[in-house]
T-cell receptor
Framework: EAEVAQSPRYKITEKSQAVAFWCDPISGHATLYWYRQILGQGPELLVQFQDESVVDDSQLPKDRFSAERLKGVDSTLKIQPAELGDSAMYLC?????????????FGSGTQLSVL | AQSVSQHNHHVILSEAASLELGCNYSYGGTVNLFWYVQYPGQHLQLLLKYFSGDPLVKGIKGFEAEFIKSKFSFNLRKPSVQWSDTAEYFCAVRTNAGKSTFGDGTTLTVKP
């Protein structure tokens, strides 16, 4: 079965540094999601793309986080500067469309530790 | 905005015991409901979903869930759990805007 690819798998950085995560969704999936999952909690949506357009970034801390999906395929999530509270698992997911019944396909995530 | 509440944070069962994990959601519009599972060392994957029609839905590995609209609930059940069911289970609600919101998850540990 096709998978959502994410890299890196782990990232350790120091406070105030910049970090970037990459995601390649399943081929043909128009909708891409970035979620943040803090230990003991469920995934929280940060940003949602439909093709190359952002359709929901209401929970994205825009003063330090940015996301792009320039050609409507792969995507990058950036944090600058990183803070201690950003330590979490960052999950990328994709779905064929934005439809009500669509299931999400998740990648393995990037575990970020900010020291 | 929608929200999802899962009642049990950690459940420990012996093999062959029955399982029921609670899930309640809050949203005034049309939703679809999902259960996702994350086995140790693996990524999140779909277990089952409710789209429409029969409120009792069946998923993989003998799991089922019942949508009770009047109670805003979508509880997950399995008559007899196995050691291999040890995992984290997430309930999720999806709206017409294509936004999926997840509960905080329930960790299930099945003792052999």
């Amino acid at each position: 079965e096709a998978e959502v690819a994410q890299s890196p798998r782990y990232k350790i950085t120091e406070k105030s540094q910049a970090v970037a995560f990459w995601c390649d969704p399943i081929s043909g999936h128009a909708t891409l999601y970035w979620y943040r999952q803090i230990l003991g909690q469920g995934p929280e949506l940060l940003v949602q793309f439909q093709d190359e357009s952002v359709v929901d970034d209401s929970q994205l801390p825009k003063d330090r986080f940015s996301a792009e999906r320039l050609k409507g395929v792969d995507s990058t999530l950036k944090i600058q500067p990183a803070e201690l509270g950003d330590s979490a698992m960052y999950l990328c997911a994709s779905s064929l469309t934005r439809g009500l019944g669509e299931k999400l396909f998740f990648g393995s995530g990037t575990q970020l530790s900010v020291l | 905005a929608q929200s999802v509440s899962q009642h049990n944070h950690h459940v420990i069962l012996s093999e062959a015991a029955s399982l029921e994990l609670g899930c309640n959601y809050s949203y005034g519009g049309t939703v679809n409901l999902f259960w996702y599972v994350q086995y140790p060392g693996q990524h999140l994957q779909l277990l089952l979903k409710y789209f429409s029609g029969d409120p009792l839905v069946k998923g993989i590995k003998g799991f089922e869930a019942e949508f009770i609209k009047s109670k805003f609930s979508f509880n997950l059940r399995k008559p007899s759990v196995q050691w291999s069911d040890t995992a984290e289970y997430f309930c999720a609600v999806r709206t017409n805007a294509g936004k999926s919101t997840f509960g905080d998850g329930t960790t299930l540990t099945v003792k052999p």
